[in-house]
């Protein structure tokens, strides 16, 4: 199924089983989870031949659930960007707001839900990738605690921030695939046999706020888009209506959270991305007998420019004379903001801010300036730093009719909180 928002890429359809508590229904999957047989590009020239011989985790988990896949979703180049443009198969656009992107890195994933062209998705989260698309389409996404869900058969970008999770049109049916997908995976030894911790997830979905403790995180509102404010605040408003109350909080940390997350980001893919050499994976990059040539060969025709930006920049950062000036200090101030969570996550539920501090940009705008595309991470960087769990779900509309999203951030495992506080609003 192709449509003409360039959501899909591959739309080569994966039967699942008969009977399951997805039986009937659709889940797309993000082009960087490995299907068996079934191309898996990352959004890359370098892997537009590749199909890996195994199925992830979670695709067997999917199957296995009965749900049927329909087709593999676009996404940015190997998961790098906020507005699915650096793709090697083009942009997709937003269906929710059409000549403005759908957000990053996981956009076909959010668009094909958007559009109703699937039930579901899934999408990867190193950075906020799932939730940004979420916000800017309109839709429900959640970013699992690090290790609730198996990254075996992902096509790691930073493997110490990422996880998979669940796109979905309502709260509820997000919190459902989640639980099929979720628990222990004997080929991921990060995740965590935390019995319970989200089993009957969906029924959670109640949407009873009576007590709740919002802490709203300063660092997260001031220098965020001000239609945008005021749409978030419309929406604490009507938690609060349904029972809950708010303070505001301090996190000193979040200031450097940006600039921490792609030093640790860039480093972490340097090191990652350094198989696609046309020998192990990827195009060939021919030169027989030079394979200094060959690499370099491969490289260049394979990666976009993005890609090779982080690439240089990662490596630059781990290098001998470099590694204490930013990966070091990039690690000293993770603790900082793990410790700021924790912390706050004590006085409060859950902690609330917009989800992205802008509303979607328009098309072909964001790609010349890598530095502003960047700081649009402020708000979901942070909580991938922390290793917590977050949803984003539907928080209204800009006076220009642009989807805002709200963001709710958990303690570790907590997302039973998350779905039932933001079942409240969606
Ligand atoms: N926009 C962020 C980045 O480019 C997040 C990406 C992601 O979560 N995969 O790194």
Known sequence: MSTEYNGYVTAERIEGDDAGPLAGRTVAVKDNISTEGV???????????????????????LTDAGATIPGKTNMDEFGMGTTTETSAHGPTENP??????????????????????????????????????????????????????????????????????????????????????????????????????????????????????????????????????????????????????????????LEHAVEAYYVIAM??????????DGVRYGQSGGHEGNWNESFANAREKGFGEEVKRRILLGTYALSAGYHDKYYRKAQDARAWVKQDFDEALDEADVLASPTMPVPPMEMGESLDDPL????????????????????????????????????????AFGEETLVRAGSALA
């Open 372 to 411: 502003q595309m960047y700081l649009a991470d402020a708000n979901t960087t942070p909580v991938n730093l922390a290793n917590l769990p977050a949803i984003s779900v539907p928080a209204g509309k800009t006076d220009d009719g642009l989807p805002v999203g709200l963001q709710l951030v958990g303690p």
């Open 267 to 276: 480093s972490e893919a340097s090191s990652n991305l350094a198989r696609f």
């Open 96 to 253: 929710a707001a059409p000549g403005h992107v759908p957000g990053g890195s996981s956009g076909g994933s959010a668009a094909v839900v958007a559009a109703g062209d699937a039930d579901m998705a899934l999408g990867t989260d190193t950075g906020g990738s799932i939730r940004c698309p979420a916000a800017f389409c309109g839709v429900v996404g959640i970013k699992p605690t690090y290790g609730l869900v198996s990254r075996y058969g992902l096509v790691a970008y930073a493997n110490s921030l990422e996880q998979i999770g669940p796109i979905a049109p309502t709260v509820e049916a997000a919190a459902e695939l989640l639980d099929v997908i979720a628990g222990p995976d004997e080929h991921d030894a990060t995740t965590r046999d935390n019995e319970g911790a989200v089993d009957g997830l969906a029924d959670a979905a109640d949407g009873d706020v009576e007590g709740l403790s919002i802490g709203v995180p300063t660092e997260l509102i001031e220098g965020a888009d001000e239609a945008v404010v005021e749409t978030f605040w419309d929406a604490i408003d009507d938690l609060e209506a349904q029972g809950a109350n708010y303070h505001e909080v301090t996190l000193p940390s």
């Open 39 to 61: 191309p898996t590009t990352c959004g890359s020239a370098m892997l537009a031949e590749y199909a890996p011989p195994y199925d992830a985790t979670v695709v067997e988990r």
